[in-house]
């Protein structure tokens, strides 16, 4: 009974924060030439590019990348996590184990 109420709370919280975000994919028109994106959204697009790529192939409206942002920056924090969130990072923090001598 307990597994199944937390498989239930996982999945409504995954469609909470699917629905939640859906307004934060790079291309829907949340950014405009005045506004344009910056350094914290180029990280979040990061995160969500693969998401965005998945969807992207349905909706023409979504994209990968930002084309209304503020140029270094959000392409700064845009590779920062692309680079971070697929697992770069883990390469030079390789566990050491043990060694008994």
Not at 27 to 41: I, L, P, V
Not at 61 to 89: K, P, R, T
Request: charged share 15%; net charge positive; glycine share 12%.
């Amino acid at each position: 009974m307990e597994i199944k109420r937390k498989h239930i709370w996982l999945g409504v919280l995954i469609i909470f924060f699917a629905l939640v975000f859906t307004g934060c994919f790079p291309g829907t028109s949340a950014h405009t030439q005045t506004n344009t994106a910056g350094f914290f959204s180029g990280i979040w697009h990061g995160w969500i590019a693969p998401i965005s790529l998945i969807i992207g192939l349905f909706n023409k409206n979504v994209h990968i990348y930002e084309a209304m942002n503020n140029g270094w920056w959000y392409d700064f924090g845009f590779y920062i996590a692309i680079i971070s969130g697929f697992g770069g990072l883990s390469f030079s923090r390789r566990k050491r184990k043990n060694k008994k001598d």
